[in-house]
């Protein structure tokens, strides 16, 4: 088995700050993808990679850019918070039909 | 895009009683796309619980069934006996045929099953 780790759990973050999230797998699978999720939505995905430094955009992908410096580590940057902003980003891998999901981590813009 | 369209909100059901989650999908670059039913528990990640790639087919896990409607472009989720433990939220999903380029969720369907 493996797991996805996800950090920071909750990101409190100021209007116009540009902000981290990161993530980590140790399943060994080639894809790794970013979802965000708001309040009583579904999950848009915002960016996604196929492998170690390839970064594919995803429907929400503006206002955003990704890293994937190694296999195991897909980084997500906000690049300007927006005020009163509250998501949950989650971090998923695959390598196959089957993406495993990471705990998430919780924004709020102030 | 492709759109996933499901039960909407919040489904009470008592515990032993059956239970449907509807789901019809759209997909505009492929006639038979992936499809999903993914699971929240409470405190709990995102997890899979059913699969089914090709049309016609029906997923099972956990007492859960979905069958793949290629005519109804559907995917219902149903149990027929839930318990407790079902209490959970439900997303129905789907991936094109290159599943590499991520999942289209639905909104998500809260279960609450009561004793």
């Known amino acids: 088995g493996g797991i996805i780790t996800q950090t920071p759990k909750f990101l409190i973050g100021q209007e116009g700050q540009k902000l981290t999230l990161k993530c980590q797998q140790n399943?060994?699978?080639?894809?790794m993808y970013w979802y965000r999720q708001d309040s009583g939505k579904g999950l848009r995905l915002i960016y996604y990679?196929?492998?170690?430094?390839?970064?594919q955009k995803g429907d929400l992908s503006e206002g955003y850019d990704a890293s994937r410096e190694k296999k195991s580590s897909f980084s997500l940057t906000v690049t300007s918070a927006q005020k009163n902003e509250m998501a949950v980003f989650l971090c998923?891998?695959?390598?196959?039909?089957?993406?495993?999901f990471g705990p998430g981590t919780r924004l709020t813009v102030l | 895009g492709d759109s996933v369209t499901q039960t909407e909100g919040q489904v009470t059901v008592s515990e032993s009683k059956s239970l449907i989650i509807n789901c019809t999908y759209s997909?505009?670059?492929?006639?038979?796309?992936?499809l999903f039913w993914y699971v929240r528990y409470p405190g709990e990640g995102l997890q899979l619980l059913l699969k089914?790639?090709?049309?016609?087919q029906k997923g099972s896990s956990r007492g859960f069934e979905a069958t793949y409607n290629k005519e109804t472009t559907s995917f219902h989720l149903q149990k027929a006996s839930v318990q407790e433990s079902d209490s959970a939220v439900y997303y129905c999903?789907?991936?094109?045929?290159?599943?590499?380029?991520?999942?289209?969720f639905g909104l998500g369907t809260r279960v609450s099953v009561f004793p």
């Open positions: 089914v790639i090709t049309a016609g």
């Open positions: 997909a505009t670059s492929i006639a038979y796309p992936n």
């Open positions: 990679s196929i492998t170690e430094n390839d970064l």
């Open positions: 998923a891998s695959s390598t196959g039909f089957e993406q495993y």
């Open positions: 999903a789907l991936s094109e045929d290159n599943y590499a380029q991520g999942l289209t």
């Open positions: 399943f060994n699978h080639d894809t």
